[in-house]
């Protein structure tokens, strides 16, 4: 929580400076009348606010404004304009500086509080702050995100209807004091005509409750119901949707086959993006329902949780079966490549199916794709991912890592014609050596690369890599 004096010049000076800088004049004119009228002419940035009128009188309203300000509940929250609701956070935290306590300063400028976090890395809030902001300025609020470690409790859901707020996005995480079922009844009830994204992952989200998220919320296109455990094949089965989803997370849940069954002729002419990363249950079954989502560039079934560090990397060569689960045959991932053309980014990881060809003739195939992440896939070696930097010309992700396949010949390969990569992970590859990695000087546009663990390199030559590239973030762990 924020504790501030509301007569400090330096909070309003800062506040008239950032909407100056987004040429927000309107918001900073009223800040700056308030600020003069508080703060005592003999304060050292009293002539600093003047000399600020001053600029802010020579200066003509944009055109542009007034359109703005005059529907904001039309405008995304991340998008820049001239309206302060859209400020973006960091700077909201900066304007705090303007009240003693968050009550005050939702009395004196809650139109500025469009997002909430509340959580263990957000704002401590609890109830009373919450419902005292959402009667004073509830209708503005377009973000609330109720995450881990947060005070709130379900007293919060009847304020929230009755403030009628016309909420974007609404996040609920691994948070036991309200219940998944409420808050989604509380969000129809305010009318839920604005959501677009909601993110209930790790809750105790029902079958009912998902039923009402696709069937009530017409302009949802962003749903996370990832790890909610009391999920079932059902979930999406029988119900009358109205939302064109663009994007659904199910990763590690109990959905299979029968599940896909019912969900892919649902979305298959809105969605372009499917995580079912850990999904046991799915198989080649699913491939062939997949042929229906022509929109798809999105797609992730990783078997379990990427292993990048050395920890999780020891762990996989201790217990082989937590790596490498039985998962899609070769096969059906030449089949996958040719059903998903649009595809841009796709997640293998851990997946034993995986073979050079299905990776030469996914790249073949799927001209457009720009990250690939096939860490910890035995099947892969350096001929499919040489045919991978041959075919993906504008492929700027590659996660290798986790692999004993991989040599130096890839790395040169790399150095020749991977141009376009920006970020490149192979850590934990032991039979690449010091020598290899200096040809990856030739990558003079990528912005990350990851060889932690790699035992093939040595101290100096660490030091000669990251001398080399002095504009990438250079990870060379070695123990």
């Given at each position: 929580m924020y504790k501030m004096k509301p007569d400090s010049s330096k909070g309003y000076l800062r506040a008239c400076q950032i909407f100056y800088a987004k040429e927000m004049f309107d918001a900073a004119a009223k800040i700056l009348n308030i600020g003069m009228k508080r703060v005592s002419p003999s304060d050292p940035?009293?002539?600093?606010?003047?000399?600020?009128?001053?600029?802010?009188?020579?200066?003509?309203?944009?055109?542009?404004?007034?359109?703005?300000?005059?529907k904001p509940a039309q405008q995304p929250t991340t998008q820049k304009?001239?309206?302060?609701?859209?400020?973006?956070?960091?700077?909201?935290?900066?304007?705090?500086?303007?009240?003693?306590t968050f009550r005050h300063f939702?009395?004196?400028?809650?139109?500025?509080?469009?997002?909430?976090?509340?959580?263990?890395?957000?704002?401590?809030?609890?109830?009373?702050?919450?419902?005292g902001l959402l009667g004073r300025g509830g209708r503005a609020m377009q973000e609330l995100n109720i995450l881990r470690g947060s005070k709130l409790t379900?007293?919060?859901?009847?304020?929230?209807?009755?403030?009628?707020?016309?909420?974007?996005?609404?996040?609920?995480t691994e948070n036991n004091k309200i219940n998944p079922v409420d808050l989604v009844n509380a969000l129809v009830a305010c009318g839920?005509?604005?959501?677009?994204?909601?993110?209930?992952?790790s809750s105790n989200v029902v079958d009912a409750a998902a039923k009402i998220i696709v069937g009530k919320f017409n302009a949802l296109k962003h749903l996370v119901l990832s790890r909610c455990s009391l999920l079932t094949d059902d979930c999406f089965n029988g119900v009358t949707v109205v939302s064109a989803l663009e994007s659904l997370d199910i990763s590690f849940t109990s959905i299979g086959n029968k599940g896909m069954a019912s969900l892919v002729p649902t979305f298959a002419n809105s969605l372009r993006s499917l995580d079912?990363?850990?999904?046991?249950?799915?198989?080649?079954?699913s491939v062939a329902l997949w042929r229906k989502l022509?929109?798809?560039?999105?797609?992730?079934?990783?078997?379990?949780?990427?292993?990048?560090?050395?920890?999780?990397?020891?762990?996989?060569?201790?217990?082989?079966?937590?790596?490498?689960?039985?998962?899609?045959?070769?096969?059906?991932?030449?089949?996958?490549?040719?059903?998903?053309?649009?595809?841009?980014?796709?997640?293998?990881s851990n997946c034993?199916?995986?073979?050079?060809?299905?990776?030469?003739?996914?790249?073949?195939?799927?001209?457009?794709?720009?990250?690939?992440?096939?860490?910890?896939?035995?099947?892969?070696?350096?001929?499919?991912?040489?045919?991978?930097?041959?075919?993906?010309?504008?492929?700027?992700?590659?996660?290798?890592?986790?692999?004993?396949?991989?040599?130096?010949?890839?790395?040169?390969?790399?150095?020749?014609?991977?141009?376009?990569?920006?970020?490149?992970?192979?850590?934990?590859?032991?039979?690449?050596?010091?020598?290899?990695?200096?040809?990856?000087?030739?990558?003079?546009?990528?912005?990350?690369?990851?060889?932690?663990?790699?035992?093939?390199?040595?101290?100096?030559?660490?030091?000669?890599?990251?001398?080399?590239?002095p504009k990438t973030m250079v990870h060379t762990r070695l123990s």
């Open positions: 940035n009293h002539k600093r606010l003047a000399a600020l009128k001053g600029e802010l009188e020579n200066h003509k309203k944009p055109k542009t404004e007034k359109a703005v300000d005059a304009g001239n309206d302060p609701l859209l400020l973006p956070l960091r700077e909201r935290c900066k304007c705090l500086r303007l009240s003693k939702a009395s004196c400028d809650s139109l500025l509080w469009t997002a909430v976090d509340a959580g263990e890395d957000g704002f401590r809030l609890n109830d009373k702050a919450l419902v379900r007293t919060i859901l009847r304020p929230l209807v009755a403030a009628k707020c016309r909420l974007r996005s609404v996040a609920l839920g005509s604005s959501l677009e994204t909601l993110n209930l992952s079912v990363s850990g999904c046991a249950s799915i198989s080649d079954q022509e929109l798809l560039e999105v797609l992730r079934f990783s078997r379990t949780n990427s292993a990048s560090n050395r920890l999780a990397f020891e762990n996989s060569l201790l217990h082989p079966r937590r790596r490498v689960l039985p998962c899609f045959s070769a096969s059906c991932l030449q089949a996958l490549s040719g059903l998903c053309r649009n595809l841009e980014e796709i997640s293998l034993a199916g995986v073979s050079d060809d299905a990776v030469a003739l996914l790249a073949k195939r799927c001209k457009n794709l720009k990250r690939v992440r096939l860490g910890g896939c035995p099947g892969v070696s350096d001929t499919g991912f040489g045919a991978l930097i041959a075919s993906a010309a504008e492929l700027s992700l590659l996660d290798a890592s986790n692999n004993s396949r991989i040599t130096d010949g890839l790395l040169f390969v790399i150095a020749a014609e991977g141009g376009s990569l920006e970020e490149l992970y192979l850590s934990n590859t032991p039979n690449i050596t010091g020598q290899g990695l200096v040809a990856m000087a030739e990558l003079k546009d990528c912005k990350v690369l990851n060889v932690d663990f790699c035992t093939g390199m040595r101290n100096e030559q660490a030091k000669r890599l990251k001398e080399l590239l």
